[in-house]
């Protein structure tokens, strides 16, 4: 057999082995068992307390368990490569936020979310700069001055590569603050970063209403703005970034990924369990005023084509805003 006839007959093989794969589970009820959603950060963090919320609901519409697992660890990277390289059968799926870009971008990662399919696009949550109480910030738009009338870099708490460290970069470029007159304090995950706050170890961290609104409400961390166009309800009296003269709106943009190969129908079985759970009112509500939070549901294609979007708006900002320090 020559080998051009022989390149042809391996590709209509391995097509027809990818028709039979998905005719065959196709033919099998969904879901036939436990669904295993992935969150690669640590417990207690935004997304964690956002998604573990979501699943509650969303199982009831697929009558089947939805089990949260924490898997943290490398900028994110080894929850996203277990579910990367997991069963293409709907059984195992991701919940993360741009991260997964942020770390293919600071070359942490050798893949992007074009490594997945996407689910659905579930929530976008206001962040919020924040520190500890008694510190001399009592606005965001005072730690310019601060930083620069300090003999020692005042000290900036990030997840490296995650949506805190390009938070923390893009308000430098919006204020004028030279990355090399801070210093960044590196921690696993959000829980961390919060002990550490509260203990005065740093001076700043970049939370949200998930996982700090009730250390906000006993004042024992003070919110220094919003990033957010309008004023979030729960917290009506803290200005936005705006109000306070810095053009910056910033959003962790939360959604549901599946491995690549994973059939169509299952996907849109998951979709729709997803949106039915952002449908109920009390969750709603809850996600609205208790975790600064808007429900934003986008299934499927027009998730992959808002990743796309945003994936070209990271990658432009990246060029020029240095990750690494």
């Known amino acids: ?26 033919d099998k009820p969904f879901p036939s068992k436990e669904i295993t959603l992935v969150v690669p950060f640590g417990a207690g963090g935004s997304t964690d307390i956002i998604l573990r919320d979501i699943v509650l609901v969303a199982q009831n519409y697929l009558d089947t368990p939805i089990t949260v697992v924490n898997i943290a660890g490398s900028g ?3 929850g996203s490569q277990v579910v990367k390289d997991a069963g293409a059968d709907g059984h195992t799926l991701l919940g993360s936020h741009q991260t997964i870009d942020l770390s293919y971008l600071a070359g942490l990662a050798a893949y992007s979310h074009h490594a997945f399919a996407p689910v659905a696009l579930l929530t976008q949550t206001v962040n919020i700069p924040a520190t500890y109480a008694g510190h001399k910030a009592h606005l965001a738009s005072d730690i310019p001055s601060l930083v620069a009338a300090q003999d020692e870099p005042l000290r900036f708490g990030i997840i490296t590569s995650s949506t805190d460290h390009f938070f923390w970069l893009h308000f430098f470029h919006q204020t004028g603050i030279a990355v090399e007159n801070i210093a960044f304090i590196h921690y696993p995950d959000t829980s961390s970063q919060v002990a550490a706050l509260l203990a005065g170890e740093i001076d700043f961290a970049m939370l949200n209403q998930p996982s700090a609104d009730a250390l906000f409400a006993a004042n024992a961390l003070t919110p220094l703005g919003v990033a957010s166009e309008a004023r979030l309800a729960g917290l009506p009296t803290v200005p936005t970034l705006y109000e306070q003269g810095i053009d910056l709106v910033n959003s962790t943009d939360r959604g549901v990924f599946a491995p690549l190969g994973t059939p169509p129908e299952r996907l849109a079985t998951l979709a729709n369990a997803f949106k039915y759970a952002l449908e109920q009112p009390t969750l709603a509500r809850t996600i609205e005023h208790n975790y600064g939070t808007l429900v934003n549901y986008r299934p499927l294609n027009e998730y992959a084509e808002y990743l796309n979007d945003q994936f070209t708006l990271l990658q432009s900002l990246s060029e020029n805003i240095a990750f690494e320090r």
């Open 1 to 26: 057999m020559n080998k051009p006839l022989r390149k042809v007959l391996c590709w209509c093989l391995g097509v027809g082995l990818c028709a039979w794969c998905f005719a065959t589970l196709a």
């Open 76 to 78: 994110a990277t080894r």
